[in-house]
């Protein structure tokens, strides 16, 4: 059992990073939606790095923060 895992980020990294005024314009609303599936994906696999150094740790696990 994992505590302390940290903000799930999954499907609201832009929600997050970016300024609320982007996401009024409806045309850069769609786009976002298009792009947030990739950089969810960049994060994910740039955290399969780390865990491929701990070895205490489940190497397909993306709960870990």
């Keep these: ?3 302390d895992l940290g903000y799930d980020y999954h499907g609201h990294v832009f929600e ?3 300024s609320p005024v982007i996401f009024l314009n409806r045309k ?3 786009i976002m ?3 947030e599936p ?3 994906y960049l ?3 740039v955290k399969q ?3 491929q150094f701990m070895f205490s740790l489940d190497k397909n696990d993306i709960r870990v923060n």
């Design 16 to 18: 997050k990073t970016m």
């Design 38 to 40: 990739m950089i969810t």
């Design 33 to 35: 939606a298009k792009i």
């Design 1 to 3: 059992m994992y505590t």
């Design 43 to 45: 994060i994910d696999t």
């Design 49 to 51: 790095i780390r865990l």
């Design 28 to 30: 850069n609303k769609l």
